[in-house]
């Protein structure tokens, strides 16, 4: 990527994508767009196509629409769906109108089929049937993914996918009910500590496996595949390494200093039991996740003791 170049990042959730913004700034790129769409535009496409034609941009990180963790996956599976439809179709036929010269799309490891075999490489997407869980959001970002690959095969754009593992850090959602399970954990261990509480409550049963990448990681890996990689495949973003849920709420438990019991509620869902990626392909090509889980984790703890709780309003009324 030259750093004359537009670059536009859609994404719903920010997480990803105020990183994103964030690191193409300090390399010296003067025209990024990211927040207009954020709240409801991206829905809309003769918004999504004013930005296309205003900004023309050059590249395009498609991040995704929204997103959460086991809970709203439950809850709003519908809104999930369709808004990540809406936003793939969007951004993706935006794209191609518009001569964006490389776009990346990113997708979700919950794409792979609930018993993937593990670690769970590219060969096993739709050798099986989904996480019920979230198999709505999944099929749309499934979907996504093949819209790139028939885009790549018809029109030959240079449209590439990347399957991250579950992403985590500074600024994520932190509420109690949507979140994903290291913004929950760490919210009711530090809320726990300070209102000196025995026992904090961890959904399921604790056994399933899942692999964590760094935000700051994942948005370095996003730079670092649209410079070094165009394939029709996509490319699985993992570390290489994954924790049982039992193990993870141990770590945050000393990372946040929660000294009080851990109780399993089992008559919360579990989800897929085991979700590690093979990342051969992209260790191949010589990247590395640089933050150790404890180290993402010591980062996501101190970002959230100090601005995160101002942030999340519901949060702040309980301390
Ligand atoms: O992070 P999480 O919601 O995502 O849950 P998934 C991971 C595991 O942590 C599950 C357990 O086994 C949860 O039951 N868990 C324990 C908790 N305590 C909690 C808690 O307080 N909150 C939450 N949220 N989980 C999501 C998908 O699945 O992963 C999405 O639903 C998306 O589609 C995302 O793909 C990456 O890994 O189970």
């Known amino acids: 990527m030259d750093l004359q170049a537009s670059v536009y990042i859609a994404d719903r959730h920010g997480l ?9 700034i300090q390399l010296g790129c003067e025209k990024v767009i990211s927040d207009p769409l954020r709240e409801s535009a991206l829905g809309d496409f003769k918004r999504v196509d004013g ?3 205003r900004a023309r941009p050059d590249f395009v990180f498609l991040i995704g629409g929204a ?6 996956n439950q809850k709003r599976p519908a809104d999930l769906m369709l808004d990540n439809l809406l936003v793939n179709c969007h951004v993706i036929e935006n794209a191609r109108r518009h001569k964006t010269r490389k776009l990346l799309y990113l997708a979700s490891s919950c794409i792979y089929p609930k018993f993937a075999e593990q670690p769970m490489a590219v060969k096993s997407l739709m050798s099986g049937g989904l996480e019920p869980t979230n198999e709505p959001y999944a099929v749309a970002k499934l979907a996504g993914l093949y819209l790139c690959r ?9 449209f590439i996918a990347a399957i991250p593992a579950n992403v985590f850090g500074p600024g994520d959602d932190f509420s109690l009910e949507d979140s994903h399970v290291i913004a929950a954990l760490i919210r009711k261990m530090h809320e ?4 000196r509480q025995r026992e904090v409550v961890i959904w399921g049963s604790g056994l399933p496996r899942r692999e964590f990448v760094f935000a700051e990681d994942m948005a370095e890996a996003c730079l670092f595949l649209m410079d070094h990689y165009d394939g029709a495949e996509p490319v699985n973003v993992g570390v290489g390494a994954d924790w049982s849920i039992r193990q993870l709420a141990e770590m945050i438990a000393e990372v946040v200093g929660f000294a009080g019991n ?6 919360k ?11 051969s392909v992209l260790q191949k090509m010589g990247w590395r996740a640089k933050n150790s ?25 309980i301390l």
């Open 67 to 72: 997103s959460g963790g086991i809970g709203v």
């Open 293 to 317: 889980l404890r180290d993402g984790l010591l980062k996501t703890y101190q970002w959230f003791a100090h601005e995160g709780m101002k942030r999340n309003r519901d949060a702040s009324a």
């Open 16 to 24: 990803i994508g105020s990183l994103l913004r964030d690191k193409l």
């Open 192 to 195: 726990a500590k300070i209102s």
């Open 51 to 53: 930005v296309f034609s």
């Open 269 to 279: 869902p579990d989800g897929m039991p085991a979700k590690l990626l093979d990342s």
């Open 262 to 267: 851990l109780v399993f509620d089992s008559s």
């Open 150 to 158: 028939a885009y790549r095969q018809q029109f030959q754009t240079k």
